[in-house]
């Protein structure tokens, strides 16, 4: 964890400018950066799903039109997976480990907190640059947090840790039951294809297990992460909303050292949490954003109700 001034171990309940600081054109830039590497690291994983889907499909239609083909596209998925296992999973950790640290840098802007060198260095400014290039300028990165201008300090970070966290996992458990759905459609169609077909247990393997093969290891590997994403989520939720209920007890002070810890595994989190696709983000977002900013709204009446703001 991190350790904290002497000045700053102190509990927090400064009114706060968040606000502001999240619109500083050098905080917009680095929205931009980490959008733009975290769909890259979408990019990959997309690329990586939408070739085991092809794989997968052509397997009944090479069986069934050109048996002969059916060897050579068994090799084809085969190697596939070794590819997508060596490669493009290293490729899309690297671009969402990046996202994840600049995220993180502006958080700790935005919020004022300060940085935990136990878990990672800044992001070098060279690749902020670079990766916000396309995206600088956008007007739709103002405003990434509600407007928490009411509350004391601490409580206003509190509240924007959460808002993040309650959208993703909204967002993840719809997405986790649907790669739940494929990966078994997937299966018990090979199954049923090759039975219907007459195929014999080497025929089975070489035509249908191999080519979707792919497929089913990315939609259970890609479901294990998000499973395991939405556990520790929960968790963190829970974490928050005790701290919340603390923080309103206490007339709206949190120590800052309670902000950081909680900061700490919401980065830890967004390093090794898959992100979902940007396909399934722009479908779900209205209705999720809604949701969250209603719930937003509520807290921050009922705070400023019991603080007597």
Known sequence: ???????????????????????????????????????????????????????????????????????????????????????????????????????????????????????GARPAPELVVAAGKAGKGDPKLKGWYADVSRLPRSLAILLCQRSGLAWDHRSRAWYQTFLAAVALLLALGAVALAMGTRQSLTEFLVNFALPVLPAVQHAIKTFKAHRRAGAEQERLRDELASAWEGGLASGGNLHEAQL??????????????????????????????????????????????????
């Not at 898959?274 to 779900?284: F, W």
Request: proline letters at 5%.
């Open 260 to 309: 950081r810890r909680v900061q700490d595994r919401l980065l830890l989190l967004r390093r090794e949490q898959t992100p979902i696709p940007d396909v399934l983000y722009r479908l779900l977002r209205p209705a999720s954003e809604a949701t969250m900013h209603e719930a937003t709204r509520r807290l921050i009446d009922d705070a400023v109700r019991q603080l007597g703001r």
């Open 1 to 119: 964890m991190s350790t904290l001034p002497a000045g700053r171990r102190t509990h927090v309940s400064a009114p706060n400018d968040i606000g502001v600081r999240q619109d500083l054109e050098e905080n917009l830039e680095r929205l931009a950066a980490l959008r733009a590497l975290y769909s890259r690291a979408k990019s990959v994983r997309g690329a990586s799903a939408l070739v085991a889907t092809l794989l997968a499909v052509a397997s009944p239609l090479v069986t069934l039109y050109w048996p002969k083909g059916s060897a050579g596209l068994a090799l084809g998925a085969l190697v596939w997976a070794l590819v997508e296992l060596v490669l493009l999973d290293g490729l899309e950790e690297k671009n969402r480990q990046e996202a994840a640290l600049i995220q993180e840098e502006f958080d700790t802007r935005v919020f004022g907190l300060p940085w935990n060198e136990a878990l």
